[in-house]
């Protein structure tokens, strides 16, 4: 499968929300309730594709890794190998890298494909990479998704997001909509830069099972969407714990 360009499908959301809001009525016996659920599980279930903008607004590139390939001792606490899927979005921030000379903050798998001679035009100064950390026990870490934005805000920009401006976010075309989600609850302003094809296809040899298989992934992804939401709501209703 093919990198794919993000599009904005005119579908009916307001009948299918409409809808969902019946049927989940039906079920609960609580019309109020559906009407209060059926939006997060309508967004996170069924849209699918994520905000956009155009790349001449960002002021900062954001990169998330999907998957990896195992090193060559098989040892969870060596780092693993980027992995044809990582190189990948090594060529998308390479994209956006030529249309606007952004700061490319990465995640470590990234920053090692664009540390290689194909992108050596790229200054390093503009590949800020994201690393992973050992701890006590030298069991290796890997950040989240999460993780990966906290240690952007908190550690280039003293844990000011406003002074971030906006995001350029490259991910893999079933992940990028959580990862701009993510960005939103650390207050960065994220979008999928218009123009540039995030790959959708899945690497079969992946040492990250989940990212084997589309049918695998994507339903783990709307089950993090919707925790998340949950985990939002139960803040708002109650912020003093």
């Known amino acids: ?18 809808e969902a809001i019946h049927k989940l009525s039906e ?15 309508t967004d996170a279930g069924f849209n699918m594709t994520p905000p956009s903008g155009f790349i001449h607004e960002a002021s900062l590139l954001i990169a998330f890794a999907f998957g990896n390939r195992p090193n060559a001792e098989h040892d969870p606490d060596k780092l ?23 700061p490319m903050f990465v995640q470590w798998e990234i920053a090692r494909c664009l540390y290689e001679p194909e992108f050596s035009y790229i200054p ?13 026990t030298g069991k290796l870490v890997y ?22 401006g906006k995001a350029a976010v490259i991910g893999h075309r079933d992940h990028v909509k959580r990862c701009i989600l ?13 123009g540039i094809g995030l790959p959708a296809w899945y690497d079969v040899h992946s040492d990250q099972s989940w990212t084997r298989r589309r049918d695998l992934y994507v ?6 969407q919707l925790a998340m939401s949950a985990q939002a709501n139960i803040a708002k209703a109650y912020p003093q714990g």
């Open 27 to 41: 079920q609960l016996c609580d019309r109020r309730t559906a009407e209060i659920l059926a939006p997060f599980i």
């Open 1 to 18: 499968m093919e990198n794919q360009p993000l599009t904005h499908c005119a579908s009916q959301c307001a009948n299918f929300e409409h």
């Open 219 to 224: 339903l783990q992804d709307v089950a993090a």
């Open 124 to 136: 390093r100064k503009d590949i800020i990479s994201i690393e992973p950390y050992w701890d006590d």
């Open 80 to 102: 693993a190998l980027p992995g044809p899927m990582n190189r990948e979005l090594a060529r998308c921030c390479a994209a956006v890298w030529h249309k606007k000379h952004l």
């Open 143 to 164: 950040l989240s998704t999460d993780g990966v934005v906290q240690e952007i805000v908190e550690k280039y920009y003293h844990n000011d997001p406003a002074s971030m």
């Open 182 to 194: 993510t960005c939103a609850g650390r207050k960065v302003k994220g979008f999928a830069p218009r």
